[in-house]
């Protein structure tokens, strides 16, 4: 066995083992986490709002809904932003010192923490902006989350971009394609599974966000209700719901279980923090089950 072979198992091992470390690790975090839940998790737990429930806690559909909505309208809002972005810096804009400007500030956004995201989403939005989203609100938390992920599916997006074979650009060009023909029935479309990653991933960040939900959307017992409601104060003197008003999350679920430890069961928190890790698997699978059927279409 030659020096270069011997390297190379080597190298093969430790990523083996570097592979079952991280596979045991999530195996026992999960493990640990479905015990803990065991004794609160049941049907009644998970479609009971905690309005309807005595007391804290008891029940975790309000919280459920609210992830769901925050996390999915924060991604459909960040996407467009994020993708228009990305095609602009790989296929508009010229290379220069604007460029690395903005790569540098979409850098500086994406490692910016996310406490002084909900800060500045407390300040602007929730008092500053209050007569357009009613203060804590569905919309207010949303907008801080969608600046939350936007860089994330950003650099996804770029990703994705910088795999379109140049070839299949330039046979589109010399077949007397615009650029934006191009872009649209080329590029996007072949870059379609790393900005669909990228949205996966924006929306599992947005539904373990804590501390920018609790800044700006706040928490509530109640279910969200559509309704419009006469609202002085408010813009056009009514109150849409559930989008100016307060909406719970399981991130906060979970923290307020940890809070009052005397008054929700410890149970109730490991359920929420159950729940939020299959609501963010099954979007994940959706995802991969969509991408595969449009491969095989």
Do not use: C
């Amino acid at each position: 066995m030659n020096e270069r072979t011997l390297e190379g198992n080597i190298f093969k091992a430790i990523s083996y083992i570097a592979a079952a470390i991280t596979l045991l690790a999530l195996i026992g975090i999960l493990g640990r986490i479905t015990l803990e839940a065991l004794p609160s998790l049941s049907l009644y737990f998970l479609i009971t709002p905690e309005s309807n429930v005595p007391g804290l806690g008891g029940g975790i559909a309000n919280a459920i809904a609210g992830t769901l909505l925050l996390s999915l309208l924060s991604t459909a809002l960040a996407t467009p932003l994020a993708v228009g972005t990305a095609v602009y810096l790989k296929r508009y804009a010229k290379p220069g010192i604007l460029v690395r400007a903005f790569g540098f500030l979409l850098d500086v956004l994406a490692g910016t923490p996310s406490i002084v995201l909900g800060i500045f989403g407390l300040l602007f939005l929730v008092y500053y902006m209050k007569f357009v989203t009613g203060g804590f609100s569905l919309i207010a938390g949303t907008i801080a989350l969608t600046i939350l992920i936007l860089p994330v599916i950003e650099r996804a997006a770029e990703g994705a971009i910088d795999t379109v074979p140049l070839e299949l650009e330039e046979a589109s060009y010399a077949l007397g394609a615009s650029k934006w023909d191009t872009v649209r029935r080329i590029t996007v479309p072949f870059a379609l599974t790393g900005i669909l990653t990228g949205m996966v991933l924006g929306i599992g960040r947005a539904a373990e966000e804590s501390a920018v939900v609790i800044l700006t959307a706040g928490y509530t017992q109640f279910l969200p209700e559509f309704k419009v409601l006469p609202r002085e104060g408010l813009i056009f003197g009514m109150k849409i719901y559930p989008f100016q008003d307060l909406t719970a999350a399981l991130p906060i679920t979970v923290y307020r279980s940890f809070e009052f430890p005397h008054l929700i069961p410890a149970s109730n928190g490991f359920a929420a923090a159950f729940v939020l890790i299959v609501v963010v698997m099954l979007i994940n699978a959706a995802t991969r089950m969509l991408l595969w059927r449009s491969r095989i279409g």
